[in-house]
């Protein structure tokens, strides 16, 4: 899709600039996004310009000049300006403002086209504890499910995702959600490969398979740490935007290896805490591509090592000589927490509103923790056998 045009000469410069830059990216922007670009781009050439009149009292208040701020730029100077500018909070209220009156015009276009949605997400087998100290954030919100457990706990995912105990991907319903509203409508997210052989045309992510590029940009970042090449954060944050993915690495696509970039240098422990990875790469999915289909799987992470150099994305196995110890109990914790902030995650986007549901199901455990509207077709009922979820997922999703 070609970048887009707009005629912008009646919005401030400081607001233009923003927007603007967001198109200079465009090649690395997911269909969602560009579509929410292309509809605030139309919008912004109909809005009267009364709208913007309090930044544009401001902008001279701040020093924004021709000179300051040639209009159709913004560089690490301009953002260098905008932070140490002494009216800059007042400069982000308004800015604020300006949202509050676009963003629910355009949630109202979003709202009158929506579609069900569903979101998955499956924690490990070997979590230290039974249904009643799961999901425990999520009580109040939904209810259990029993379930029917195969005898095979192999068979538990391929069920779940396939509707058959070895993996069908003639019935996947990533496969089928791919094929019918494209590759980016559905996901799979995890640390190894629980998901692997239920999916081959939707967008996949393995913590795991990414193991070779995330062991070169931590050899990468520490070069330039050594180095001394950038003076800050933000020139780091530049140097680290050349460092992509290698086709051996990930993928030829440019849209999922500056995805994939970014969410393993976002300086939150992506690169180096396999749960950690899943939990942003996920929340960032829905951000980002807003998938109609999302499955994330969690494992168990490893203990953060003493000393290690976790925040300046050093390999802990090269820091330190302690042995690797995996992490039940706090994995556990950490997963309580990242079902919570998935759950909120989504509902902040107009396309998860009312529409979604969300399935927490565990490895080999006989329930499950359900949100979904009334209408989600999953009947009430003792043990009901992992197909009965299939069934529901691909009805509500209208998967033929």
Same mark, same amino acid.
């Given at each position: +899709? ?80 905008? *932070?140490? *500018? ?29 579609? /069900?949605?569903?979101? +998955? ?6 979590? /230290?504890?039974?249904?009643?100290? %799961? ?82 940009? +931590? ?8 180095? !001394? ?44 805490? *396999? ?5 942003? #790469? ?9 998938? @109609?289909?999302?499955? #994330?799987?969690?494992?168990?992470? *490893?203990?953060?090592?003493?000393? @290690? ?9 090269? #820091? ?7 992490? %039940? ?17 989504? !509902? ?16 080999? %455990?006989?329930? %499950? ?7 989600? /077709?999953? @009947? ?7 197909? #009965? ?12």
């Amino acid at each position: +899709m070609a970048v887009p045009r707009f005629d912008f000469a009646h919005v401030p410069v400081t607001f233009a600039a923003y927007f603007n830059e967001q198109l200079r990216g465009w090649e690395s922007l997911f269909p969602a996004e560009q579509a929410y670009f292309e509809r605030l781009g139309a919008y912004l050439e109909k809005i009267p310009a009364a709208l913007f009149a309090p930044l544009a009292e401001l902008e001279p208040r701040m020093g924004v000049t021709p000179q300051t701020w040639p209009r159709g730029r913004f560089t690490l100077q301009q953002v260098d300006f905008l *932070n140490r *500018n002494a009216l800059y909070p007042e400069w982000r209220r308004v800015i604020t403002q300006i949202f509050d009156q676009i963003n629910p015009v355009l949630d109202g276009e979003l709202a009158a086209k929506g579609q /069900p949605r569903l979101v +998955m997400v499956l924690a490990p087998a070997d979590l /230290p504890v039974g249904p009643d100290r %799961m999901w425990t954030r999520l009580k109040g919100r939904g209810r259990r499910v029993s379930l029917a457990v195969p005898d095979d706990l192999a068979h538990y995912v391929p069920l779940a995702l396939t509707g058959k105990p070895v993996p069908d991907l003639a019935g996947s319903l990533l496969d089928l959600c791919a094929a019918a509203r494209g590759p980016y409508s559905a996901w799979s997210v995890e640390t190894g490969e629980v998901l692997a052989g239920c999916a081959n045309k939707a967008t996949e992510l393995s913590y795991e398979k990414l193991s070779v590029y995330r062991q070169r940009l +931590m050899e990468e970042v520490q070069k330039i740490a050594e180095k !001394g090449e950038v003076r800050g954060p933000r020139q780091l944050g530049e140097k680290l935007k050349t460092l992509q993915p290698r086709d051996a690495e990930y993928s030829r696509d440019p849209v999922m290896s500056e995805f994939v970039r970014a969410t393993l240098l976002a300086g939150n422990g992506t690169l180096l805490v *396999n749960n950690t990875f899943v939990e942003w #790469a996920t929340v960032q999915a829905i951000r980002r591509a807003k998938p @109609s289909l999302l499955v #994330a799987s969690f494992g168990i992470r *490893n203990k953060v090592k003493p000393f @290690s150099s976790l925040l300046i994305f050093e390999d802990q196995d090269k #820091a330190t000589a302690i042995p690797t110890q995996a992490d %039940m109990l706090g994995s556990y914790v950490d997963l309580e927490i990242f079902y919570q902030y998935v759950f909120q995650e989504a !509902g902040k986007y107009v396309e998860y509103r009312n529409n979604t549901a969300y399935l927490f199901l565990a490895e080999g %455990m006989d329930e %499950m923790h359900l949100i979904a509207p009334p209408d989600f /077709p999953l @009947s009430a009922g003792e043990r009901l056998p992992l197909t #009965a979820i299939y069934r529901a997922a691909r009805e509500w999703l209208r998967l033929a």
